[in-house]
Structures are given as C-alpha cells and as structure tokens.
C-alpha cells in the first residue's frame, strides 16, 4: 500500500519556477520508479518525468532542460522542480509510483493543479 501526496502547484507567471513535491507514505527507496504525469483538458495524461531506483531519468521531449526530477528517500518524497514555465505546462500533475508486490503495482496521487498565465 502507498498513499501519494502532491503538493507545490499553483498560479504562476510564464517564465516563472514552481517546485512540486510528492511525498510517500513509505520508503521511496523500495519504490522501483516515480514520476510525474500531467493532464490538461481534453488532453490524455501524459508522462512528464520519471525516476527510477537507480537514478536513471527520462523526460518528456517539451520539457527537458526545463524541468528536473528529484528523489530524497530520507524524507521519502519526490520532487519536480519546473523552471521556465509556459502556458502550455498547464495542467493536473499527478504523482506516480510502481513498485514490486507479486506483481507490478502503480499508485497515483491525487493531483495538484499547475496554472501558467499572466
């Protein structure tokens, strides 16, 4: 069982930075993988960032050099520190994790709004 908890997200100015953070009912560190997903209206989620155990990352192609995954397994939390925003980054981002329980599990967090705009 893990809970997800989104927090950061807001209204912000384009060009302006936010920093969300996703923190994990338990060890992040067993958590095989984290990420972050966004879903704008009338869009499908889509993969934003991702982490993995061993530090491995990917990003999606619209927000590299911009956006940067973060693990700290001491406060068991993942960040998602986005610079350079745009109007286009707005939407819900949700926090995501899988990990290995006899089988693949994914969780989702709850979801925290990120508005661009002037």
């Known amino acids: 069982q893990v809970q997800l908890v989104e927090s950061g997200g807001g209204l912000v100015q384009p060009g302006g930075s936010l920093r969300l953070s996703c923190a994990a009912s338990?060890?992040?560190?067993?958590?095989?993988?984290m990420g972050w997903y966004r879903q704008a209206p009338g869009k499908q989620r889509e993969l934003v960032a991702r982490?993995?155990?061993?530090?491995?990352?990917n990003y999606a192609d619209s927000v590299k050099g911009r956006f940067t995954i973060s693990r700290d397994n001491g406060k068991n939390t993942v960040y998602l520190q986005m610079n350079n925003l745009k109007p286009e980054d707005t939407a819900v981002y949700y926090c995501?994790?899988?990990?290995?329980?006899?089988?693949?599990?994914?969780?989702w967090g709850q979801g925290t709004q990120v508005t661009v705009s002037s």
């Open positions: 995501n994790a899988n990990l290995w329980d006899n089988g693949w599990l994914f969780y």
């Open positions: 338990g060890s992040i560190a067993a958590i095989y993988a």
């Open positions: 982490i993995t155990n061993t530090d491995s990352t």
